[in-house]
């Protein structure tokens, strides 16, 4: 019995030294990895969608004369564009407008151009892009490109003219959100 209480006893003492080595082992390979760092977010003022300054081409064209079309002008600054326009019952005028992304966040067409018109219900507005949505971003300061839009604005046919003047004023809201997947 003394030798089986001797191997049992020297087997306990090896079992002890296995774990003591497995504790210091694992406590020599476990070491704390420490990442200091600092992260910060882009600004408002970093977001720069906005029109193309005189990128507004008019169809007609103001040096042409045209029937129906009249006073037409269009101002561009920053995110707002102002016409004014004068139609004759039949006339319609046509703005291609061009949106570009000066800013440091990815942009992309959002949901579609809505179009707000209060007054006169014969003067009718469509906003259309024309082509494809792009990813509209800077690189190095330099522009990705532009979205260009179509602008439709039109009179409707009238057999009898109201007895004075009919006014529109109509608002397009152009919908550009941050473009996540570039």
Do not use: R
């Not at 169809?59 to 920053?78: A, K, R, W």
């Amino acid at each position: 019995m003394n030798k089986s209480k001797k191997t049992k006893n020297l087997l306990i003492l090896i079992v002890l030294i296995a774990i003591v080595a497995i504790a210091v082992g694992y406590a020599t390979l476990a070491q704390n990895l420490v990442l200091n760092g600092t992260a910060h977010t882009l600004s408002a003022s970093d977001w720069n969608v906005h029109f193309v300054n005189n990128s507004a081409t008019m169809d007609p064209d103001t040096d042409e004369e045209h029937d129906g079309v009249f006073e037409q002008t269009i101002t561009l600054n920053g995110t707002t564009g102002t016409f004014e326009v004068t139609l004759a019952p039949g006339a319609s005028i046509d703005y291609e407008l061009e949106i570009i992304n000066d800013g440091k966040i990815h942009a992309i067409k959002g949901a579609d151009p809505v179009v707000s018109n209060t007054g006169s219900s014969n003067i009718t507005c469509t906003a259309t892009l024309e082509g494809t949505a792009k990813d509209l971003y800077t690189e190095n300061g330099t522009s990705s490109g532009t979205d260009k839009y179509k602008v439709h604005i039109e009179c409707a046919e009238m057999t009898t003219l109201p007895s004075t003047a009919e006014t529109a004023t109509i608002t397009v809201t152009f919908n550009y959100v941050q473009n996540h997947t570039s």
